[in-house]
C-alpha cells in the first residue's frame, strides 16, 4: 500500500474548490462523465492506431445511484489508469491528463473528440461528496488500483483484485448537505441537461421495452416486453453528422429532442460546418417569430465538444442571431477554468463573423432556389434580416441578395429591383430618389390612396426597428430618401416641377391662414397651406417624417444622436386652399359660424388619422347627430 499527500502548493485546496472554482455544485456530474468520456475515446483512438492491442467494442457509460449507501458511481469502460498514472493525473491538482494526452498524440488526435483540458474537473466531485473512491485497471496489463480521499489532502492508493474488467470506476460518498445527487429525477435532470448529447452512450437504470409481435399472432395476443439499458443521451446529433447525410426530416426531430416544448416546426435551418482557422460546428434554426423581438435564454445552446456549457451565447453568436434557436459546438471557443462561461480572445470575433456570413449565404441561397417560399416566409423572418441590418455592417453589406421590401398590394423587391421599378415616377426635381413607405395599411390607407393614384409604389415596413432600418438604408444607399406616406401632401412627398395653379392671392391665403389659427388654437398643429387639386381633401392631417421617425427609433431604444427623453406630439394641419371648403370659410361672416366651419373639418381629418377620442369624439359625433337633424 501506499500512502502520501496530493501534490499541492495550498496546504488544504478542496475549500477553495468547494468555494470557488464552480459557481453550480450541480457541475461536478458534467465533469466527471466528460473525463469517462475521455477516457473511453482516448481508448478508441489507441486501438485505432495500433497501440492498445485490445478489443474497443460498444463501450458505454453508466451512472448508479444506491440511496441506502449514500453512493454515486460513474462507471466507464476507457483507457483506465495504472498505479503510477494515478499518482501523475489525480495527486497533482492541475495536470490535465487530457491535454498531456493531446499534447503527444497531437497529429493524430485532434479530432478525437475529447474534452478535458485543466486537470480539475474530476476535484469538483469534492463539492458534494465527503469521500470519493477511484477503482481502476488499465487496458495495459496491470493490476487494478484503489484511490481513497476523505477530502482532505491526504490519500490511499492500493493495489486490488475487486476490478477485473478495463476501465474507471468513481464512487462518490455523498455528503450530508448534498443528498439531493442521490434522487433520480435530479441526476436524470442534470444527464439530460449537460450530457445529453455526449458522443458516448450514457447507461441510467433500465427501462421496458415491448418486443413486436410477429405477424401471424392471434388477434388476442399480448406481446412480451423485456427490460433494456435506458441510454438517456443521443451519441451523434445532428450537428456531429455531415449534411449531405441528413433530410429535413432528421432536422425536424433533431429540433424537437433540442425543444421538446416546442410543438411549432421551424421554418428552415442553417448547418455550420468549418474546420479552419477553427473547429465550429452547429445547427441554428429560424422560428417563426413575426415582429416578436424578445431575445431570450435558452434558445441556442453552447458545447464544448458535445459537452453542454451554457445558454448564454452572446458574444459569440450575434445579438441579430440570438432571436434563434439552435446549437453550436467548438472545441476552439476560449472557456474560464469552470467550463461555465465565455472568455474574451480573438478567436470569439472571428467565430461570430464566420456564423454571421453563414446565414448570409444562406438567406442567399434560399431565396434563389425557391423565391416564392421565401416571400411567404418573409413576415416570419424579417424582423432577424432586418435587426442584422443595422447591427452588423458586414452582414448589411450582404442583405441586398435577400431582404425583400413588400408593398401594400402584396408584391415584393429585392433592393435593385425596387429601384428600377419607382426610379421613372419617385424621383424628385433634385434627382433624389424618394421611396414611399407605410406602417400600418389600415391606419394609413387613405395615405396610400393617394400615392397609388399618381402611381407610386408604396412600401409595407411595420417591423419595430423599421425607423432604425431605413436610417441605416440611407446612410448606406447614394441619394435615396425614405418618406412615410403620411408625412406631408402627396404632392410634397415626391415634389416635382410643375406648375401650380392658386384660386386665392397671397391676401386671401394670410387671412385663411389667420382664420384657421385663431379657431384651432392648439400648438400640436402647424397650419399650412398648399395649393392642392380642387378634389383633394380640404383638411388633411400629416406628421412631419424627422420628429415621428424620432419617435419611434426612441420607442425602440435610440434616438439618433439626440438622445432626447421624449418627444412632443406634433402634426402638420394641410389647408387646401383650392378646395371649396377654403373659400366658404373666406366667405362667411359670422364668427361663431365660421369657427364651427373649421372645427368640424379639423374633427374630420382627426378621424381620419384615429386621433380623434375620447371626449372630442363623443362631441363630434353629437355635433354630426344636429347637422342630420337640420
Given amino acids: 500500500m501506499t500512502k502520501g499527500n496530493i501534490n499541492v502548493s495550498v496546504e488544504n485546496i478542496f475549500p477553495l474548490i468547494k468555494k470557488f472554482l464552480y459557481s453550480d455544485h450541480e457541475i461536478f456530474l458534467r465533469e466527471l462523465i466528460s473525463n469517462a468520456t475521455d477516457a473511453t475515446l482516448k481508448l478508441k483512438h489507441l486501438t485505432s492506431i495500433g497501440e492498445a492491442k485490445v478489443e474497443y467494442g460498444n463501450p458505454k457509460l453508466e451512472v448508479k445511484i444506491d440511496k441506502e449507501q ?148 392471434p388477434e388476442d395476443a399480448v406481446a412480451e416486453t423485456e427490460e433494456i439499458d435506458n441510454i ?226 408604396v412600401l409595407l415596413l411595420d417591423t419595430p426597428i423599421t425607423p432604425h432600418v431605413i436610417q441605416k438604408l440611407e446612410t448606406s444607399k447614394e441619394n435615396v430618401s425614405f418618406v412615410r406616406v403620411d408625412a406631408d401632401h402627396i404632392n410634397n412627398l415626391i415634389k416635382k416641377d410643375e406648375p401650380v395653379i392658386a384660386k386665392l392671392n397671397e391676401t386671401e391665403k394670410e387671412s385663411l391662414k389667420k382664420n384657421v389659427e385663431e379657431a384651432i388654437q392648439d400648438a400640436k398643429f402647424t397650419v399650412q397651406l398648399e395649393d392642392l387639386d380642387s378634389n383633394d381633401a380640404p383638411f388633411t392631417i400629416t406628421q412631419p417624417e424627422f420628429m415621428r421617425r424620432m419617435k419611434d427609433m426612441q420607442a425602440t431604444g435610440g434616438g439618433g444622436m439626440f438622445g432626447m427623453g421624449g418627444f412632443p406630439e406634433m402634426y402638420n394641419l394641410v389647408v387646401n386652399s383650392n378646395s371649396e371648403l377654403s373659400g366658404q370659410i373666406l366667405k362667411t361672416e359670422n364668427a361663431e359660424e365660421k369657427e364651427n366651419l373649421i372645427k368640424y373639418a379639423l374633427d374630420l381629418a382627426k378621424l381620419s388619422q384615429n386621433l380623434l377620442k375620447g371626449k372630442d369624439l363623443t362631441d363630434f359625433i353629437q355635433r354630426s347627430y344636429k347637422q342630420l337633424e337640420k
Fill in 232 to 457: 438517456i443521451n443521443n451519441p451523434a446529433p445532428a450537428w456531429t453528422i455531415a449534411p449531405n447525410e441528413l433530410n429535413n426530416e432528421d432536422y425536424m426531430k433533431f429540433y424537437h429532442e433540442l425543444y421538446p416544448m416546442q410543438f411549432e416546426e421551424p421554418l428552415f435551418h442553417i448547418h455550420l460546418n468549418v474546420d479552419y482557422p477553427f473547429n465550429l460546428t452547429g445547427v441554428l434554426f429560424f422560428p417563426k417569430l413575426s415582429n416578436n423581438l424578445n431575445i431570450e435564454k435558452d434558445k441556442i445552446q453552447l458545447y464544448q465538444n458535445q459537452v453542454f456549457v451554457t445558454d448564454e451565447v452572446k458574444g459569440i453568436v450575434p445579438d441579430f442571431l440570438m432571436l434563434l434557436r439552435g446549437v453550436i459546438d467548438s472545441p476552439d471557443i476560449p472557456l474560464n477554468v469552470s467550463r461555465s462561461y465565455l472568455q474574451a480572445d480573438g478567436a470569439v470575433k472571428k467565430i461570430s463573423s464566420y456564423i454571421t456570413k453563414k446565414v448570409a449565404d444562406k438567406m442567399a441561397s434560399l431565396i434563389n432556389e425557391n423565391r416564392e417560399d421565401y416571400e411567404q416566409k418573409w413576415n416570419d423572418i424579417k424582423v432577424v434580416i432586418e435587426y442584422g441590418i443595422v447591427t452588423e455592417d458586414k452582414f448589411a453589406e450582404k442583405a441586398d441578395k435577400f431582404t425583400l421590401y413588400p408593398t401594400t398590394d402584396g408584391k415584393y423587391f429585392l433592393w435593385d429591383e425596387l429601384t428600377e421599378k419607382i426610379k421613372p415616377f419617385q424621383t424628385d426635381k433634385d434627382n433624389k430618389l424618394v421611396i414611399l413607405y407605410a406602417t400600418n395599411a389600415d391606419e394609413q390607407h387613405s395615405y396610400i390612396q393617394s400615392a397609388k393614384d399618381k402611381g407610386y409604389e
Fill in 70 to 217: 449514500k453512493t454515486l458511481r460513474i462507471i466507464d469502460q476507457g483507457i483506465g489508469m495504472t498505479g503510477e498514472e494515478v499518482e501523475k493525473y489525480i495527486n497533482q491538482v492541475a495536470f490535465s491528463g487530457a491535454e498531456e494526452f493531446l499534447e503527444k498524440y497531437k497529429d493524430s488526435a485532434k479530432d478525437s473528440g475529447i474534452i478535458g483540458h485543466f486537470g480539475l474537473g474530476f476535484y469538483s466531485a469534492f463539492m458534494v461528496a465527503e469521500k470519493v473512491e477511484i477503482l481502476t485497471k488499465s487496458y495495459k496489463d496491470e493490476p487494478a488500483v484503489r484511490w481513497i480521499c476523505d477530502g482532505s489532502p491526504e490519500f490511499t492508493l492500493e493495489e486490488t483484485t475487486d476490478k477485473t474488467d478495463r476501465g474507471t470506476e468513481i464512487i462518490l460518498h455523498i455528503a450530508e448537505d448534498s443528498v439531493e445527487f442521490l434522487e433520480e429525477g435530479k441526476i436524470r435532470e442534470l444527464l439530460l441537461k449537460y450530457n445529453k448529447f455526449m458522443p458516448v452512450p450514457i447507461k441510467f437504470g433500465t427501462k421496458t421495452h415491448t418486443l413486436p409481435l410477429p405477424e401471424d399472432a
